[in-house]
């Protein structure tokens, strides 16, 4: 039974990223959101984003709001923020565990398949 879940790290401070809004959308034909979450103190989801019972295969994009988060964050950036929004389209082909980590500074970010 598929799942998707994911969280967010800060790299510049090697901490989790702490309420950082995350918008899941479906992507066919149309761009339509799916759910909304917000990262806790572990800069992890309370519940999956898809979990078993509304888990469809096909193409997502995960949408992390970290503009804010790094306004508030003792460390220095830029303004107008470099990054603001961050997008990662994923294709989810079979009924897995998806997990998607977001590694995140002010200067950059990664992410890799995770378990």
């Not at 995960?62 to 460390?75: G, K, M, N, S, W």
């Not at 830029?78 to 989810?92: A, G, H, M, Q």
Request: hydrophobic residues 35%.
């Amino acid at each position: 039974m598929g799942k998707l879940t994911t969280h967010v790290l800060d790299t510049s401070q090697g901490i989790p990223g702490r309420a950082i809004p995350v918008r899941l959308f479906r992507i066919d034909e149309s761009r339509t959101q799916v759910t909304e979450a917000v990262t806790n103190h572990d800069g992890r989801c309370d519940a999956p984003l898809l979990d078993a019972d509304r888990f469809q295969r096909g193409t997502y994009e995960l949408e992390f709001a970290v503009a804010d988060y790094f306004r508030e964050q003792p460390i220095p950036t830029s303004e107008p923020p470099y990054l603001d929004l961050v997008t990662l389209r994923v294709t989810l082909t079979d009924d897995a565990h998806y997990h998607v980590p977001l590694l995140v500074s002010p200067w950059s970010y990664s992410t890799y398949r995770g378990s």
